[in-house]
Every structure is written in structure tokens, then in C-alpha cells.
């Protein structure tokens, strides 16, 4: 397989099953990326969902499809109920685990940047 070939992956998750679309060796990085987690049982019903979690829900939603500001990602996440998360806690995974691997692109200048993902066609 040519390393640029888009894939698809779908994982189970406690939030239900996500689907990723990108390159191998960045479905890979973001699988590795995964904390190894227990099974969720009817006594953990409020566990908190990580950053990166949050970020390929927004990219499933189609949030990313239209490019959006680092503000507006952090207030989409405080949105869905998760507000101990400020922008200098989601710029750093939105950076390490999605703009480096391609599946997050950016464009702009510093303090204008916008972040959209690709359509696949």
C-alpha cells in the first residue's frame, strides 16, 4: 500500500464507534495515540472524554468541514458540556495528533489560523 492511500478505520469505542479517514501512518499514530481503557460499566457513566476524543467527533459531525478558528473549537467543545478545557489545553493535541499527521489542515497567519480537513471524494 502507497503510504499516501486514504484508509478508513472504525474503532469501538465507550462513546460508540468512530470512524477515521486518512493516511495509514496517521490512522496508525492516532490508534497508538489511544489510551488502553476498561470497558465502561453502569458505575462510571460520567467519564470524561479526552480532547482527542472530542476532536474526531467534531470530524465525524462534519464540524471541520468549513474552517474554523481555535476559538470556535474550544467553544464547539464547551458546547457539548466539556468547559475544563481552554483553548492552551486544545491547541496541542489539535497540533500533535491531527495537523501533523494531515487529517487537520491549516491555513492563515498567526492569531487568523483556520484548521478544516480535506473532502474526501
Do not use: C, D
Request: avoid cysteine; glycine fraction near 8%; aromatic fraction near 8%.
Amino acid at each position: 500500500m502507497v503510504e499516501s492511500e486514504k484508509i478508513i478505520a472504525k474503532i469501538s469505542s465507550p462513546y460508540g464507534e468512530v470512524k477515521l479517514e486518512g493516511s495509514a501512518k496517521a490512522i496508525k499514530q492516532i490508534i497508538k495515540g489511544l489510551p488502553n481503557r476498561e470497558p465502561i460499566t453502569h458505575k462510571k457513566k460520567n467519564k470524561e472524554k479526552t480532547i482527542g476524543e472530542l476532536i474526531v467527533e467534531l470530524i465525524e459531525e462534519g464540524f471541520f468541514n468549513v474552517p474554523k478558528t481555535l476559538g470556535e473549537i474550544t467553544n464547539k467543545i464547551k458546547l457539548k458540556g466539556f468547559t475544563k478545557y481552554p483553548t492552551t489545553s486544545v491547541y496541542p493535541v489539535l497540533l500533535r495528533q491531527f495537523i501533523k499527521e494531515g487529517i487537520i489542515l491549516r491555513e492563515g497567519k498567526k492569531g487568523t489560523m483556520k484548521y478544516f480537513t480535506s473532502k474526501l471524494e
